[in-house]
């Protein structure tokens, strides 16, 4: 057994203890592996053992891989900044953004999806703790981007991410979470266009995913639990 195939199924281990005292279907807690810095190999090795989704940071970095492992039916995310001389390069190779922020650049998204490929997934981030240092809309604007966003036809609105700063103990991480799940719930209950695809709160990272789960995550981004420390980039 490899040292990637322990850890992610201790990372599943522990996704389902959480679910268990949260009174959650393990399956309604989907998991992304946050492969940035890391080789192509280590995603190899992760997909061997499973799993099928990864998120990357860095275009470059991420279109790089997605082309050096273009033989694996892999899902990939991109998880960070999407500045806008950017965008055609991810519109063309990434299944996800759930990085959107701003109407500008889903609208450029949007316009620059190849016909052949599926529409864009796509989640709105929230700075949900409004840190000075933290991308994201703020909670008020959430539902008026989530609107926009919704209505631009090469894009799929699936719901919410948010990144909060991180907290010392349960209690904390909850309270940041809770109110992710409260603004995911207010947005879905407006019923947007498509608003049967809004069903992902991508909230909860290696250190407190026991958190989000509890909170109602339904994706987590786990990295340093899968492949250990990243290296230098």
């Known amino acids: 057994m490899t040292t990637i195939t322990a850890r992610l199924q201790q990372v599943n281990h522990r996704t389902a203890l959480a679910c268990q005292a949260a009174g959650r279907d393990p399956a309604s807690v989907g ?20 799993q099928r989704a ?13 082309l050096a492992l273009h033989d694996l039916p892999l899902v990939w995310h991109m998880v960070g900044p999407v ?55 703020a909670p008020e604007d959430a539902l008026a981007l989530a609107t926009a966003v919704s209505a631009l036809p090469r894009l799929r609105l699936r719901g919410l991410m948010a990144l909060p700063e991180p907290a010392p ?9 809770a109110r992710a799940k409260v603004l995911f719930d207010q947005i879905l209950a407006c019923q947007l266009p498509g608003w049967r695809d809004f069903d992902t709160l991508s909230i909860g990272m290696s250190a407190d995913l026991e958190a989000a789960v509890a909170a109602g995550s339904t994706l987590l981004r786990i990295g340093t639990a899968i492949f250990g420390e990243r290296p230098p980039r």
């Open 31 to 50: 998991l992304l592996a946050i492969s940035k810095t890391q080789p192509p190999e280590a995603v190899r090795e992760a997909h061997a053992a499973g």
């Open 54 to 66: 990864f998120g990357e940071n860095y275009i470059q970095e991420g279109v790089e891989k997605i």
């Open 83 to 137: 500045q806008s001389n950017k965008t055609r390069v991810v519109a063309e190779h990434f299944d996800w953004v759930q990085s959107i922020d701003r109407i500008k650049t889903a609208e450029r998204l949007s316009a620059q999806r190849p016909d052949h490929l599926p529409p864009l997934q796509v989640c709105v981030q929230v700075n949900i703790d409004q840190a000075p240092t933290k991308a994201g809309v």
């Open 169 to 177: 103990d349960f209690v904390a991480q909850s309270q940041d979470f």
